[in-house]
């Protein structure tokens, strides 16, 4: 009887947790953590487990990894090496506005792999709604290839979203396994998306006249963006250095960590300082997740969920695949993302055995939780920052109901593109 309880008080916590956190006027981190201390409370004396057990259940390395991405970013941004980058790409475009399309909108899609959709979006949609401007051309076909493909990006490393993070370090993914498992999706994937926007939306542009290239070459330069050329050097050699390390190393957050501390010594960077201004609101977040999914595998609510799911779930992988594919991908559209993937992983654990999920369940994940996201606005962040800047720079064309009907059809095909490559990737890759 009292099971029962302790069942249904994290369950209702968990989604009172989910509608808070798309208001973004409401503390939903404050009410996380108490809703998690209450689970805790609750279940630890219904079945007699001491808080510190409770603690056994949060996952501390995904944690030190995005605290020390986030300084690794934040140090580098200072720099403003990926400002410079974009700037560069306009001299090297030498303006012509397609060109410039297809070049920008690749560079996001590989940045957004290595760091978060939303610091994509932060420096890359001003620069490029600017830069338009100056051309007299409507910025709103580079924002829509900017929220298809940054998206795109982020399914390619293990480290780009703290989604990966978490599905990663479950099911022990490394860097190798992201390049062996989606180059022949992400690379296709990012081109057709490109050749589509173009089609339906760019070429019906005019270009710009040759003056206006002119003067975006002359106030646009990316040598203007380099305030201390030493520091801009060394720190683009750091963070190239830390990617490196991810590839060659097993153990990214150790990566991550030692990459942070360093660059902010050379950087002569306080860490705590630095430590402060960095996001910890997701790290509050996660841990306060952890906690109330913790008690979800103690009471029993993961079992009788994945009993449910498990009956959807057929003993064929690939259909099994595409069902997980097609589950987590309209969740993670109205749902977060962080915790759909973190049910997701409890889900798939207890339905097959920790270290028994077949790969291309988890290959499916990994694309429904990135991919999935599009279907609405609001289901992924980047596509929010890049709503708000469209309506604080005026871009008409790319509001809410447009964005919403176009990247509906866009995550459409993608999903579509993307259950023919895992029916595929089973038959040649068994």
Same mark, same amino acid.
């Given at each position: ?5 302790? *069942?249904?008080? %994290? ?6 947790? @989910?509608?808070? =956190?798309? +208001?973004?006027?409401? !503390? ?19 079945? $007699? ?51 410039? /399309? ?6 996001? $899609?590989?940045? %957004? ?38 998206? *795109? ?5 293990? =480290? $780009? ?13 490394? /860097? ?21 926007? !173009? ?18 070459? !002359?106030?646009?330069?990316? +040598? ?14 750091? &963070? ?38 960095? !996001? ?7 841990? #306060? ?14 079992? *009788?969920? #994945? ?24 969740? %993670? ?16 654990? +207890?339905?097959?055995? *920790? ?16 991919? #999935? ?22 871009? %008409?064309? &790319? ?10 059809? @866009? ?20």
């Amino acid at each position: 009887m009292y099971e029962i309880v302790s *069942i249904i008080l %994290s369950v209702v916590l968990f989604i009172i947790i @989910m509608i808070i =956190f798309t +208001n973004k006027r409401v !503390d939903y981190v404050a009410f996380t953590i108490l809703s998690a201390v209450i689970a805790c409370v609750i279940t630890g004396g219904i079945f $007699s487990i001491s808080f510190t057990e409770f603690l056994t259940y949060i996952e501390f390395e995904p944690l030190f990894f995005i605290i020390s991405m986030q300084i690794i970013v934040a140090i580098t941004e200072e720099s403003r090496i990926f400002r410079w980058v974009v700037l560069k790409t306009l001299h090297w475009t030498k303006a012509d506005h397609r060109k410039f /399309f297809f070049l920008i909108c690749i560079i996001a $899609s590989m940045t %957004s792999a290595i760091v978060s959709d939303i610091t994509v979006g932060i420096i890359f949609v001003p620069l490029v709604i600017r830069a338009c401007k100056i051309l007299k051309i409507n910025p709103a076909p580079y924002l829509f290839g900017l929220s298809f493909t940054i998206n *795109i990006g982020s399914i390619y490393t293990p =480290f $780009s979203s703290s989604e990966n993070i978490l599905i990663a370090n479950a099911f022990s993914l490394d /860097f190798s396994y992201f390049i062996i498992n989606f180059s022949l999706i992400v690379i296709p994937t990012l081109i057709y998306t490109l050749f589509l926007v !173009d089609h339906f939306m760019l070429r019906k542009q005019e270009p710009p006249p040759e003056d206006y290239k002119l003067i975006l070459l !002359d106030i646009m330069d990316p +040598n203007i963006v380099i305030a201390n050329k030493k520091k801009f050097v060394l720190n683009s050699i750091l &963070f190239v250095g830390v990617i490196i390390g991810f590839i060659i190393i097993p153990e990214a957050y150790i990566v991550a960590v030692v990459g942070a501390v360093i660059m902010c010594i050379v950087n002569r960077k306080d860490f705590t300082e630095i430590l402060l201004k960095t !996001d910890l609101k997701v790290i509050a977040f996660f841990i #306060g997740i952890f906690l109330l999914l913790g008690t979800m595998q103690i009471n029993g609510t993961f079992t *009788i969920i #994945g009993d449910f799911v498990g009956s959807f779930i057929s003993d064929n992988e690939l259909i099994a695949a595409i069902t997980v594919l097609m589950m987590i991908s309209v969740l %993670s559209a109205f749902l977060a993302q962080i915790p759909t993937a973190l049910v997701f992983i409890t889900l798939m654990q +207890n339905i097959y055995g *920790i270290g028994q999920v077949p790969n291309l369940v988890i290959m499916a994940m990994l694309l429904g939780i990135n991919i #999935g996201s599009n279907f609405l606005p609001q289901g992924a962040a980047c596509d929010l920052i890049t709503l708000n800047l469209a309506e604080k720079h005026g871009v %008409s064309d &790319f509001n809410y109901k447009s964005l919403l009907k176009y990247g509906s059809m @866009m995550t459409l095909v993608h999903i579509g593109v993307s259950i023919l490559y895992l029916t595929l990737f089973s038959l040649f890759f068994p």
